[in-house]
Structure formats: structure tokens, C-alpha cells
């Protein structure tokens, strides 16, 4: 295990090569541009593991429970995406206030691994990352080479808002849980609160004169009525149909029970072949086949399904609560946007109808390596506050991971109803974690070459099933691969 | 004064062989160095496990499918878009008819306005033309399905990207599309180069513009024809085609890895999965092939050189 220089090979093989030779060799090589090999090598070559400089600890008192050095200096980078930076800024200014002494060092990028990719690489990361984005570093990874500091001591402490209340117990359910990976440690706080299901325009839906089906005889009665109207009954983003899952994993769920997403995201064998989940994709095949899904959607991107989504052509999309902003500027005034629980099989179901999918985004994380991580963990313990809380929700129009901080500001009309549809799923939320565990077999196995395939019609729901759990066997056989499983 | 003369001329080869040294051949005897380890791309830990990536390779059916694509790419490409340029520099500088009081070779009525017209997309940014196809490919409100709506072809509405049998020829069309001016140009500057009393002493006798543009234009044009092979290749497996896959493509990679090519999944292992070790191990092996590209080039096309 040693570090990456100390082992590289000194001899770089041209000593003892004859000038002419070497010229032309390395003219060969010219011909030869394979970029993404040199930037690769590029990252590994740092030094050793910087470990030995860390922040002495500061001491605890009620106002600094952590015990942060207050003369230490943080660093936190964050992603600069959908949320912009400036709710960060704000909870760094609240950090800056609380120990005056300290120096924070505040970026926002959204190149998170071409920036810190080599940073670990040379043990000196920095306290906070903000670790999201399509630049996200895999957190499987990080975990298993034990880049991460474990939360627990952030959970366990006093919250900003009440100091007889632990932070853990003012987060929203499933966000310590998801922060696991294979023990009691929390590697990850997740700040962001994601609620998934089925997107639709309440406007839309009052004009066919319908309610939000809870069968699946109902959904494709509403559909059909759509389609006499010219308008599809679905849209999804074709082109990364991993965005099926949103409605089509928690509708397995209601279906079949947690066990079977359970048992899914175990990697069990067979697991996909459970009643529960052939009725599930015989029931969105049945939309493809009775032409309920928008004409071209295949061939569509997640802007493009929402785009044509949002101007009416199509009635329901499965997607997350960042649609709101994300297609801010093709949704219409009036569209009165609206998000539901995914629609059952039919009473049989084994979970009421209003279990749907919620969980963290935004996933930041404390680098074990990192000089000052009671800072980085300070920082966080601020952000979880209510008031910062409340600060993000109304600038971003987001829930976060703190559980309330929705009182006393105006929401919007997507958010209000994510709110509502948490409130009736109660306890039954469920969140399945292929995504964040198999980011590979998640997506571009499951979604574009099972679902995606399967919704183009060129797969039956049998044949999906078939396929997709052969892709599941293969990732429990990877040797390559870290596997989890469900506390 | 011959070891001094060598002296000399090691004395300015010296500094661009170090830098060559430094940032291409040593990054290369890195990554295959790399290709023996377990290194994830996000720690510095990491163990030798020697064959093992190379034997997992050769197992991965992905592996073998986006080698597949790429050599479809190499191959193919080049003799596409090469043929094109071919023909539309040929038009341009020679293929015109004769007009009354005008030189005796001429290009085609208007050919100054398409030579321009054709260098256009190489002012683009690969990733600006990928995405305005990404657009012009849409099935729903696309240009292209909208052109075929508008002669009225109304059932025929392919999903282009999204139908895994077209997808890879979709994106194929868009780096023919965004290179062949740039050859066209080349060709034609090749071509400006070959003397005229070789064109004339062949029209007199007799020969039509296919004859001339064997016989003559594409013999004398041989060796830019070549490097523009290579060139082409090149580009066919490298940079260029990952940028049209990645930004197009569903998932990126599919329809069911329809479109994936080595670049990508070298990508794809090393930032998305951390399994960098295993991504060089790609990388080595894209290297092979491209070497292997380069020297099939080079053999097959060595003719020998016209003086003129």
C-alpha cells in the first residue's frame, strides 16, 4: 500500500536507446493522441499522504461543541449547481461570526473530481465537499478506501436550535440511514431533501375532469381520456430512462412491500423476478403499448421530455423535486404543478397508496484526511440549523435534510404539494439505494438497456426482467465492485 | 566535425525531447504501469494484482462491444469522409466545365462560396455541433423529423438517436458532417499544387473527369490523402468521438450499448465507477489499436513518390 510516486518505476525505458531509434519512436508515439490516458495518469502522481498536520482540537464548551480550533483554518467546496452557492455563503458568514479567529476558504465549482480528485490522491483534502453534481467522485469508493470521516460525533451533538436536542434528532427520516454504507458509521449527510414521484399539472389534470388515479385501471382510464384530447398520457426522459425508476421503484414497493426493494438493492438473486415487480413492468408496458407515452419519447433528453411536458403535451413524468427549477422557465403561470405518490396495482397493494420515494441530495461529506474536520462538521452543524434551513428552502425551493423549517414562507406550488404528499406517505417513505450504490448497473444497465428498452418496445416486461436480473447477478459476482446491504 | 555536428543538433533536440518525454511518453509508461494495480483513481492506496484487469477485460462483454464500435469508427470513417472531401474538392478546383475565355482547369460555377460554405462547421466546437444535432435529432420537434413531416413523410419518424439500430449512424453523420471541410480544404490545396499542363495534356487526350481524377488528380495527391487517413483515424478513436457519444448518445453509451466506443468507457470506468486501474487497462488497450491503425496505414498506403 504504498504511496503512488514512492512505487513509480525511475526508469522512464529510454536509457540505453539509440538516438536514432528514440527519435523515431517517439515520432510513432506522436501519431498517437490518446488524451484521456495522459490526463489520467496525470492525477495519481502527488505525493505522500499528508497526514501528519492536522488542526489541534479546540475546547468543547456549549457554544462550541465540537470542539473546533478556533484559529484553524476551514476550507469547504461546494457544488456550484442547480442550488447556486449563495445559501453556503450564508452559512459560512454564520461560521465566521461564531469564531471570528477563524479563517474559512470558501469555492464553488462545479468540477468537484477534476478539482479534488488529485487532492486526495495527495492526502489534502479539503474539511467540506459539497461531493454532487455529473463530476460526483463515487462515494463506494471513498468510503472503502477510508476517505471519510465518520459523522457520528456531528449527529450526536447538540443542535444549533436546541441544545437538548441531538442533530440526528431533527433530521428527516432515511437521512442518517443513508449516510451508511455497511455499519453503524455515517459517512454522508445528505442536506438536500429529494421527494420523487410522479409529476403532472393539477390544471391539466382538472380540465380532463379527473383526480390523480391510485389504480393502475384508473391511471389508464385517465390516460385514455387524455389521448382523446390529443394529448400523451407520459413523457419520461428517454435518453437516461434511469428516470423511470422515481414512480416506477416505489410503485414496486407499494406493489410488493419494502422487502422486495429490499431485497433489489441487496443484490438477492431472484430478486427481481418477484411477482411485484413483473406486475409493475407489465403495467407501464401496457402505457407503451396502448400509445400512452409521448411519440419520439426515446429519443428525448430529461430537458426535452420536460420541456414537452410542460407545454402540455404529455400529462404525467416521473421525476424528482428539482423539476421546479430546473424547467422553471418552460412551465407555465397557470400550471399549477403538482407531484403524487405513484399510482398501485389495485387494492391488493401491500402499502397504502401514498408511499412514495424521499431522500437526501446534496451529499457532503468530511474527508478523513482533511486538516480541520471538527470544522467541516461545525460548518455542517450551522447549515442544519433552522434558520439556515428555512434560508435554502426559500431561495432554492428545496426542502432540506432538517426536518420542518417550511413555516412562515411561501412556498411554491411544487414544493407545497411535496410537502403535502410527504405529509399523507407518513412513515411510508421508502428510498431505494442502487442509485447511490451501483451507480453503473442503476443506470446505464437497469435504465437505458432494461427500462429504457423495454418502454422503446423493444423488450416485453418478461424479457426486461429477464435481462435486468442478469445485470443484478453480474454485479453480485463483480469482484471489482463493493457491495452493501440494507441495516 | 561529424561528432560535432551531432553534438549541435542534439543540442536543440534536447529540450522538446525532454517535454515530449515528460508530458507524453511518460504519462503513457505510467498508465500501463497503472493497468497492473487496483488503484480506484480516488485514494492513494493501491496494490499490484497483475493480469488481473487485462483477463477481466477480455471477459467484459462492453469491452468487446466498444472495441467493436471504435474499429467500425476507424475504419469507416475515414474512407467516408476522405471519399467525400475527395469528390467535393475535385469539383471545386477541377471538375467544372469549360467556359468560354477561362482557364483551362476551373472548379465548378460558385466553387470560391462553397469552399467557405464547407469550412463552416470546423469554426464549431465539437461540443457545440453535438449538441445542435442532439437538438436536430429530437423525435418530437427535432429538425430533421420535421423536415421529413414537411415533404410529407409523416409515418416515417425515426427515433434516431433513441432506435439502437440507427443511433451509431446518427452520430457517425455528425463527425462526417464536422470534418469533411476541413479536408476539403486540405485536398484542395493539394490539389492547387498539381501543375496544369498535367490536366490539359489529359484533356486533350481525351480523358473524361473520372479518368482525370484517377489517373491524375488522386495519384499526384497520394501522400496528403495518407495523413489525412491517419489524421482521420485518429480522431475517429480519440477525442472527437467521445465528445458526439458522451453528449448525444442515451445514457450516454446506448441505446443497449449501441454506441458505445472505447473513449467513453475508459471515461466512464475511471470517473463514474473509480476503477482507474482498470480504465488504463482500456486505455492500453485503445493504445494498441490505435498503433496498430497507424502502422496498417502506413503499409498499405506506401506508394512510390511522383516527382512533378
Known amino acids: ?487 | 566535425m561529424q561528432h560535432g555536428k551531432y553534438r549541435f543538433i542534439a543540442g536543440f533536440l534536447a529540450v522538446p525531447l525532454g517535454l515530449y518525454a515528460l508530458f507524453v511518453v511518460w504519462p503513457f509508461i505510467q498508465s500501463i504501469y497503472y493497468s497492473f494495480t487496483d488503484w480506484t483513481g480516488l485514494s492513494p492506496d493501491f496494490k499490484m494484482v497483475g493480469f488481473d484487469n487485462y483477463s477481466r477485460m477480455l471477459d467484459d462483454d462492453i469491452f468487446w462491444k466498444s472495441l467493436q464500435h471504435s474499429l467500425l469508427f476507424a475504419l469507416l470513417l475515414p474512407l467516408v469522409t476522405l471519399g467525400f472531401a475527395l469528390f467535393l474538392a475535385f469539383m471545386i478546383n477541377v471538375g467544372g466545365r469549360r467556359r468560354k475565355g477561362g482557364p483551362v482547369i476551373t472548379g465548378v460555377r460558385g466553387s470560391s462560396f462553397y469552399k467557405i460554405v464547407y469550412f463552416f462547421p470546423q469554426v464549431l466546437s465539437i461540443a457545440i455541433v453535438a449538441l445542435l444535432f442532439a437538438f436536430a435529432y429530437n423525435p418530437d420537434s427535432g429538425a430533421v423529423n420535421s423536415v421529413l413531416r414537411g415533404i410529407g413523410l409523416d409515418s416515417v419518424q425515426p427515433l434516431w438517436l433513441g432506435d439502437p439500430n440507427l443511433a451509431l449512424w446518427a452520430v457517425m453523420a455528425v463527425l462526417v458532417w464536422s470534418t469533411v471541410g476541413f479536408f476539403v480544404v486540405l485536398f484542395s490545396a493539394g490539389m492547387a499544387s498539381i501543375p496544369a499542363d498535367l490536366y490539359e495534356a489529359a484533356l486533350l487526350d481525351g480523358a473524361d473527369r473520372a479518368t482525370t481524377f484517377f489517373r491524375i488528380t488522386l495519384p499526384l495527391l497520394w501522400d496528403t490523402v495518407q495523413s489525412g487517413w491517419v489524421y482521420m483515424g485518429i480522431l475517429a478513436l480519440g477525442a472527437e468521438s467521445f465528445a458526439v457519444v458522451q453528449i448525444m448518445t442515451t445514457g450516454p453509451g446506448g441505446p443497449d450499448y449501441s454506441t458505445t466506443v472505447m473513449v467513453l468507457y475508459v471515461y466512464q470506468k475511471a470517473f463514474r465507477d473509480g476503477q482507474a486501474a482498470y480504465a488504463t487497462t482500456i486505455g492500453v488497450a485503445l493504445l494498441i489499436v490505435t498503433l496498430a491503425f497507424a502502422a496498417l496505414v502506413m503499409r498499405v498506403g506506401r506508394r512510390e513518390r511522383l516527382e512533378f
Open chain 1, 1 to 487: 500500500m504504498g504511496s503512488t510516486s514512492a512505487r513509480n518505476p525511475e526508469n522512464n525505458g529510454s536509457a540505453g536507446v539509440g538516438r536514432r531509434d528514440l527519435i523515431k519512436r517517439s515520432a510513432a508515439l506522436g501519431l498517437i493522441s490518446v488524451p484521456a490516458m495522459s490526463f489520467l495518469s496525470a492525477c495519481a502522481s502527488g505525493g505522500g499522504s499528508g497526514n501528519g498536520d492536522k488542526a489541534k482540537a479546540g475546547k468543547k464548551t456549549s457554544k462550541n461543541p465540537l470542539g473546533v480550533n478556533d484559529t484553524a483554518q476551514m476550507e469547504f467546496v461546494l457544488f456550484d449547481g442547480g442550488f447556486g452557492k449563495e445559501y453556503a455563503e450564508d452559512a459560512v458568514k454564520v461560521y465566521e461570526k461564531n469564531l471570528p479567529r477563524a479563517k474559512v476558504k470558501f469555492s464553488a465549482t462545479q468540477k468537484i473530481q477534476s478539482t479534488l480528485q488529485p487532492r486526495f490522491n495527495q492526502g489534502t483534502p479539503p474539511d467540506l465537499i459539497d461531493n454532487s453534481g455529473a463530476e460526483q467522485m463515487d462515494m463506494g469508493v471513498l468510503v472503502g478506501k477510508n476517505q471519510l470521516a465518520d459523522l457520528t460525533p456531528l449527529l450526536d451533538a447538540p443542535s444549533v436550535d436546541d441544545p437538548a436536542k441531538k442533530v440526528r434528532d431533527t433530521l428527516r427520516p432515511g437521512i442518517v440511514e443513508m449516510g451508511q454504507f455497511d455499519g453503524e458509521q455515517v459517512w454522508i449527510l445528505y442536506y438536500a431533501y429529494t421527494v420523487y414521484g410522479v409529476w403532472y399539472s393539477q390544471k391539466a389534470l382538472d380540465s380532463l375532469d379527473e383526480q390523480y388515479p391510485q389504480t393502475w385501471d384508473q391511471m389508464l382510464a385517465v390516460c385514455a381520456k387524455a389521448k382523446k384530447k390529443g394529448m400523451a398520457g407520459w413523457t419520461y426522459a428517454g435518453k437516461y430512462p434511469y428516470y423511470l425508476p422515481f414512480s416506477l421503484y416505489p410503485m414496486i414497493g407499494k406493489v410488493g412491500g419494502v422487502e422486495v426493494l429490499d431485497a433489489i438493492d441487496n443484490l438477492e438473486p431472484n430478486a427481481w423476478k418477484h411477482p411485484a415487480v413483473k406486475a409493475c413492468f407489465e403495467a407501464y408496458y401496457e402505457l407503451y403499448k396502448k400509445g400512452y407515452v409521448l411519440k419520439g419519447t426515446p429519443g428525448l433528453d430529461h430537458i426535452q421530455s420536460q420541456t414537452a411536458w410542460a407545454k402540455g403535451k404529455a400529462l404525467f413524468l416521473p421525476n424528482g423535486s428539482w423539476v421546479e427549477n430546473e424547467s422553471a422557465n418552460v412551465i407555465p403561470q397557470d400550471f399549477d404543478l403538482a407531484v403524487a405518490a405513484p399510482t398501485g396495482i389495485d387494492s391488493s397493494d401491500k402499502m397504502p397508496f401514498g408511499t412514495i420515494w424521499a431522500s437526501g441530495g446534496e451529499p457532503f461529506i468530511v474527508p478523513s484526511k482533511a486538516k480541520n474536520t471538527e470544522g467541516g462538521m461545525e460548518q455542517l452543524r450551522i447549515m442544519l440549523s433552522e434558520a439556515s434551513s428555512k434560508n435554502f428552502t426559500s431561495k432554492v425551493k428545496s426542502l432540506t435534510a432538517y426536518n420542518g423549517g417550511t413555516e412562515g414562507i411561501t412556498l411554491t406550488p411544487g414544493l407545497k404539494s411535496g410537502v403535502a404528499a410527504l405529509d399523507k406517505a407518513g412513515e411510508n417513505v421508502v428510498n431505494p439505494r442502487l442509485q447511490d450504490w451501483y451507480a453503473q448497473l442503476q443506470k446505464e444497465k437497469i435504465g437505458v438497456s432494461g427500462l429504457g428498452e423495454m418502454m422503446a418496445g423493444r423488450l416485453t416486461p418478461a424479457e426486461a426482467v429477464k435481462k435486468i436480473q442478469g445485470f443484478a447477478d453480474e454485479t453480485a459476482k463483480d469482484p471489482s465492485i463493493k457491495r452493501y446491504k440494507h441495516q
